[in-house]
């Protein structure tokens, strides 16, 4: 069961449903099920195939107390209060919820349907029956064989008045139990509506009218309750196999693929006014400079003694390793190469349909194994860097690059799931798959870091067509409008505009269990995003350096990380849809996108970072130095 509220998901059985005989059996699951929280276990309620059931009875338990002034609600109103959702599964389909009112029918697919309800006293009542509805269709090659396409669950609250039928042991109970041995009686019911009347012959699927318009009234959650359900199989010979799934992808277009469509049209206008601006202002600035530094001063300007301004003058230092930790500049690029290639390798694999979400954990599994291996391309960039800064603990940028980012995910993780753990939530992962990430990190990860820096030390260091001098050159005063923070706030703000339109679905997907399955938007927006930060980045660090300011290394990877500010800041604003009211549930939300806020900083500040190095090395190279 999930809840958007709370954001999390409980054991179907932690509430006093109805259990099947044996008691429930969990399924078979793989790694990323388990990270995503979900747990899929056998229910009480059968189904035969194409065979309508009426009113069949599942069992009568008791919810618990009544809803009292001054004293603790039971399980079941506490769990309807925060707005849990049960999700079933058939044949690996979700349930969509089907909701009814006097005018409209309501089918929603995503966040499965509500355990319960509260009228317009604050009163709460539980759904005790559900109507299954279930389409199929033949299968074309084979004989009597038949696939399930579409589940439907529509959930009603249906206060039964009955008598529980005691257990009896005589031969009569017995030969009533072999009679109707297909069918599951727990109760005698004194009031049916007409589908659950045994009298009538031909009966009819419990429906809205069926329901609230006969003055019954709706189940309260306590006491004694009846659980009961309809199964209503359908044939549709035009839903086929392959494209089952649309329906839930689409979210029966919700959101239209136009919302999507002007998004990129959104992000394409801003990366056209970035590119124009750099167009317009620094390549006519390059020409000018290029000519002003490589044309042969004339006897009257070397007699005057003309003094050079501008870019130029910082040759002798721009390339100077930078003043602040190069071992931890090394390492954060390193990471940031391995977040980029695990993230244009995901969003590539499910843009071309590899991780399908009927493939249960696919995408979790991906991302991490994808991550994992890439630990080769992390060690490699980060040996190489840091020996072209000089480095001398090599040892140490390697074992950093192996545990540093990894470290602080697995604390944060390892945190939360404590806390997951204390609030029963199935969120909490199991010691064993702890165990497994922990193989994962040090066992493969680790290696593969060490690995990629072997070779990385092994080449030889980034060459720069200019020189270093000894003694560092003095930074003049810098305008207010140069500064760090300034930088940051303009840096940021055009490349999150490029994205934040898909960056609202991606969050709904995550936080409130809709389905996101636009890979192929998500793609560009990502190549957007990258064009975007570079683009910004490459801006102010021409600016900078024209201030004669040379420490460009750091500035450059913040300006090209200040995105993910604005994606954290934003993640509070995006919080308020939750309406979460619970410590646990800051704690998570805040947590993961901190978390999420980090990756996004040290990837985009990867990308400022590489292209900055690759510009300066260009634009050096293309002048005469005395």
Known sequence: MTSMHTLLPVDYYRLPFCQPSGGPKMENENLGEFLAGDRIENSPYILRMKEDMYCEQVCVTNIGRAEQKGVSANKVVRAIRRGYHNNWIVDNLPAASKVEDDQTITTRYWQGFPIGFLDDEDKAYINNHVNIEIMYHRVETMVDKYRIVRLT??????????????DDDDDDAEEEEGEKKEKNVVATIDNPILSCNQDIKVKNHTDYDMVYNTNRKPQPASGKV???????????????????WDIYLSMDDAIPARVHWLSILNSLVIVFVLTAMIAAILVRNLRRDFSRYNRLATDEEKADELEEFGWKLVHADVFRPPSFSPLLLSVLCGTGVQLLAMAVLTILFSAMGFLSPANRGALIMAQLLLYVLMGILAGFVTARLYKTFKGKSWQQATLLTALLFPGIAFLLFFALDIMAWTQGSTDAVPFTTMIVLLVLWFGISTPL????????????P?????????????????????????????????????CFVELYFILASVWMDQYYYVFGFLLLVFIILVITCAEITVLFNYFQLCGEN????????????????????????YFKQLEANNFATYMLYFGYMSLI??????????????????????????????
């Open 449 to 460: 870091v060490f690995f990629g820096a072997y070779f990385g030390y092994k080449q030889d």
């Open 462 to 498: 980034i060459e720069f067509p200019v020189n270093t001098s000894n003694i560092p050159r003095q930074i003049p005063d810098q305008p207010w409008y140069m500064g760090s923070l300034f930088s940051m706030a303009i840096g940021g703000i055009l490349p999150f505009g490029a």
């Open 550 to 573: 040379y420490h460009w290394w750091w500035r450059s990877f913040v300006n090209g990380g200040s995105t993910a500010v604005y994606v954290f800041v934003y993640s509070f604003v």
């Open 597 to 626: 806020s980090l990756s996004l900083f040290i990837l985009t500040g990867c990308v400022g970072l590489l292209t900055c190095l690759w510009f300066n090395r260009a634009i050096f190279g293309s002048v005469k130095i005395d």
């Open 226 to 244: 009846l659980f009961t359900y309809d199964v209503v199989w359908t044939e549709n010979p035009y839903l086929h196999w392959a494209s089952r």
């Open 153 to 166: 669950v529509e959930p009603f609250s249906i206060q039964h008045e009955f008598e529980p039928l005691e």
